[in-house]
């Protein structure tokens, strides 16, 4: 399929990929490499190249045919009506085209006994046996269903798109994942970096292992407790807020204390700046209780005040891609039903017409194969749009688990911001407190008994004669 041209169906970011290729919807796209896992590479026609999803795009080149052989060279001639077929992946398969059976075995090499079509027990889908043999498909126009891993059936493909789907993948809660025998290796779509985009796919048990939690309502659960403890530690500011404006009141009330201001000198001067600097120091943790509220505790209340209300439109998104997604699944498996039961009356009616030949039980059994191609082709229907839903649901999960990051790492870097401008002002205030008692420190060391008596006496001195003895 390398070289072959495609048509994207819909717009894709490329986000999901390292090596994304984004791409509007309508856009031709050259497929260079087709692997395992659902993701081609292939260049746009302005040169960009890069990797996207199988299903975003519809080929517009038609598979290659199967090319009959003129001869079997390896074991002589085949029996009439066999002819034989070479698939794309280099496998040789046979078809008898009077009855349309196709198989992987060669047929009875004894002339005139062409395998008989009610012989054959498996069931066809779309071209596909559910045993594995190849339906040779006469319609080149008729659509294969795709496997679980994103790649294109093609009438060579050894294995039925539901015996695949059994063997190579696995269904949980409607959400459908690599089988863990035969996973795949999976890159990370961040590498090195734990991101929410590629830790959240599956469901877990809650707490109490009642009911089954999404990745994503764990993410939004992280989301809502961090704005919960941000609200919480603006109340712890506010306590702290009301202690400080409670101790600056405090310290004013006590400045203005008369107790010991009869004292004087030198040692009266040091007390009465040792009670103005409780004045400053009450001035100071006023005006840090107001920093804290304006640029701490505001900051912290008012950041992101609609967040609960975008993370519930975010959860109602997410939910409701999945509740279709749901619905999807739900479909496929009617559609799955439906096919079994069509495929069980064709083999009935098949079995009827070996015990009787009549034209009556022919038409019925004409009518029974169309109907059991309608079903398959109705299966192949829902799986697409299965497909579609979970890939639009998986695209809008990377997109919104990263916008979720985004906004954690935000909110942290937010709050340690806020931390650290309330140990800045923290320090700011020991600053001017320590600078309010600097000069009760100075008038302190400046304490001299000596020079306080010296004032006072001059101050205060009744006479320096002092008495003499009384003569006679």
Request: charged share 30%; proline share 5%; aromatic share 8%.
């Amino acid at each position: 399929m390398s070289g072959s041209r495609c048509q994207t169906l819909y717009p894709f970011s490329g986000e999901r990929h390292r090596q994304g290729l984004r791409f509007a919807a309508g856009e031709l796209i050259t497929v260079l490499q087709v692997p395992d896992g659902g993701w081609w590479e292939g260049q746009k026609e302005d040169g960009l190249r890069g990797w996207f999803p199988a299903s975003y795009v519809q080929l517009l080149e038609k598979p290659r045919k199967a090319t009959p052989q003129a001869e079997d060279t390896l074991n002589g001639h085949l029996p009439p009506g066999w002819q034989s077929y070479m698939s794309p992946q280099g496998r040789r398969y046979y078809v008898n085209t009077f009855t349309n059976e196709t198989t992987w075995e060669r047929p009875s090499s004894v002339p005139g006994t062409p395998k008989s079509p009610v012989s054959q027990k498996s069931s066809a889908v779309n071209g596909y046996y559910i045993s594995g043999t190849p339906v040779h498909q006469l319609d080149s126009g008729h659509t294969s269903l795709r496997k679980a891993s994103g790649d294109p059936q093609t009438p060579g493909s050894p294995a039925a798109p539901r015996r695949q789907s059994k063997e190579s993948s696995l269904t949980i809660n409607c959400v459908t994942f690599p089988h863990p025998d035969i996973m795949p290796e999976q890159q990370l779509l961040k590498p090195s970096e734990w991101s929410y985009c590629d830790y959240f796919w599956a469901d877990k048990k809650d707490s109490q292992g009642n009911n089954t939690v999404s990745g994503f309502e764990i993410l939004l659960q992280k989301q809502l407790k961090g704005k919960q403890m941000q609200k919480e530690m603006a109340e712890f500011v506010r306590e702290r807020i009301k202690i400080e404006e409670e101790y600056a009141k405090n310290l004013s009330k006590l400045s203005q204390n008369s107790l010991a201001a009869q004292e004087e000198g030198t040692l009266g001067e040091a007390w009465a700046q040792l009670k103005k600097s409780l004045a400053d120091e009450a001035e100071v943790h006023l005006k840090f209780s107001s920093k804290l509220q304006s640029e701490v505790e505001k900051p912290l209340l008012n950041f992101r005040e609609n967040f609960k209300k975008d993370m519930k439109k975010c959860d109602h998104h997410i939910a409701d891609l999945r509740k279709q997604l749901a619905s999807r699944y739900a479909a496929v498996e009617k559609a799955r039903k439906a096919l079994t039961e069509r495929q069980k009356d064709l083999e009935m009616k098949t079995q009827q017409l070996e015990v009787k030949l009549s034209n009556k039980t022919e038409e019925e059994i004409k009518k029974a194969r169309r109907k059991s191609t309608q079903a398959g082709d109705d299966l192949m229907r829902c799986v697409d749009l299965y497909n579609q839903a979970q890939s639009k649901w998986f695209e809008e999960m990377v997109t919104t688990t990263l916008e979720l990051e985004r906004l954690e790492v935000e909110r942290v870097e937010m709050i340690r911001q806020h931390l650290c401008q309330y140990t800045q002002l923290r320090h700011e205030t020991d600053m001017f407190n320590q600078s309010t008692v600097e000069l009760v420190d100075q008038l302190l060391r400046k304490v001299d008994p000596a020079k306080d008596r010296e004032l006072w006496v001059k101050e205060h001195k009744t006479g320096d004669i002092r008495p003499v003895d009384m003569e006679i």
